[in-house]
């Protein structure tokens, strides 16, 4: 029980996002069993201030001190306190006036809230992989030492966890990730070449935020899943497989000791697994669409191209090296991804920037937090000045 009642809090990072509106349909659908006690976001102040408008939160946070203002005097009429900043982010983080966080401020960005949040103690329904990706072994044991859950929202990691729903004493053989492979599978370089920004955009299955698309269209995007999963679920780099599943039907599979697998199926919808997150350990109804077998007549696999799509490769690298590797990569990607948005590099020079980047940031093995920071900030500035941004 809720100190609140049988009502939970949600702690919105990230509310103006894809991630973040999304969740916010399913609180309204579910006023009886959700609250948004907090909505932050970075600097869509229109959207933040119409979300408090609607949902009423205790606390709305802009992390754009420049918009501070107009959020403020916009909420003047509402009982909602308003903050701005960085710094405002962290410290309602720690608050005690929300019973889960949803983290899904993107990028890195997300690290320190969630952080904060579990050293409050407050259980995680984890949308932002970079955080995983970026300090996991720091995240994680937060997580056991405050004994906390952390429960993954990716529509992936939702379904392994799912998978694992009753399996506490079977140990898993592998898992094994599945990828739509974006707008781009079957490409050749001669054709990534000359993609640009707004048909890298079209992924043909998810409706996601810009910075995801273009991570699924170059593969990073699972790259960063199989990092996610090593400390979501504590396994070694060759417990976890990557496979092509063009269909989005089956989100990710589970085999056990005994050969047998388990997968989790359903329609692309990234509105169950951030329900499921919620209400865990319930499963609340809901009127989303339903999956029909007599429709979907063939589901197809194949191994990913890792010598078009690099950053798989190099987030394979990543994930074996270990260290700050994964933090130096994901830096240099969100430069990288940044640069392409706004037609400054290429969709190949996209994978050069991360690799040169990986290459020449000293490399540590057992990093402290403060060394995950400079890590981040050094790959970034390197990335950045490879760009000339």
């Not at 920037?353 to 890590?375: A, C, D, G, N």
């Amino acid at each position: 029980m809720n100190q609140s009642g049988s009502t939970k809090r949600i702690a919105i990072f990230g509310s103006t996002g894809s991630i973040g509106t999304q969740a916010l349909e399913v609180i309204e659908a579910n006023l009886g069993l959700f609250t948004a006690e907090v909505l932050t976001a970075n600097s869509n102040a229109e959207l933040l201030i119409e979300q408090a408008l609607k949902f009423q939160p205790n606390i709305v946070v802009i992390g754009d001190d420049n918009r501070y203002a107009e959020v403020r005097d916009a909420l003047k009429n509402t009982d909602a306190k308003v903050f701005a900043g960085e710094k405002a982010l962290e410290e309602v983080a720690s608050m005690d006036c929300y019973d889960l966080m949803l983290a899904a401020i993107v990028g890195y960005a997300g690290l320190k809230p969630t952080l904060n949040a579990l050293n409050a103690g407050k259980p995680i329904a984890l949308a932002n992989k970079e955080t995983l990706v970026v300090a996991g072994d720091i995240v994680m044991r937060t997580a056991y030492e405050k004994r906390v859950p952390v429960i993954p929202v990716d529509s992936e990691h939702s379904a392994i966890f799912q998978c694992l729903v009753g399996e506490v004493r079977n140990p898993i053989e592998k898992i094994i990730l599945t990828a739509s492979g974006g707008p781009f599978l079957g490409k050749k370089p001669n054709f990534l070449v000359n993609v640009r920004r707004d048909h890298a955009l079209q992924h043909p299955n998810w409706s996601m935020g810009a910075k995801i698309t273009i991570d699924s269209a170059t593969l990073m995007n699972k790259g960063l899943e199989m990092i996610e999963a090593k400390w979501l679920f504590n396994l070694q780099p060759d417990q976890i497989e990557v496979v092509i599943h063009p269909q989005s039907i089956i989100h990710s599979m589970v085999q056990f000791q005994d050969g047998s697998i388990k997968a989790q199926m359903g329609l692309p919808d990234m509105k169950l697994p951030i329900q499921y997150a919620m209400a865990f350990p319930r499963r609340v109804a809901n009127d989303f669409p339903r999956l029909d077998f007599r429709k979907t007549r063939t589901l197809t696999f194949e191994e990913p191209d890792v010598r078009t799509f690099r950053n798989l490769a190099l987030a394979m690298e990543a994930l074996n090296k270990g260290g700050n590797l994964p933090c130096i990569m994901n830096a240099a990607n969100e430069i990288a991804v940044y640069a392409f948005l706004r037609n400054k590099i290429g969709f190949l020079e996209m994978t050069d920037v991360i690799e040169k980047t990986m290459e020449k940031v000293s490399f540590l093995q057992q990093p402290s937090l403060e060394e995950y920071y400079e890590s981040d900030g050094e790959a970034r500035n390197y990335a950045a000045d490879l760009i000339q941004l």
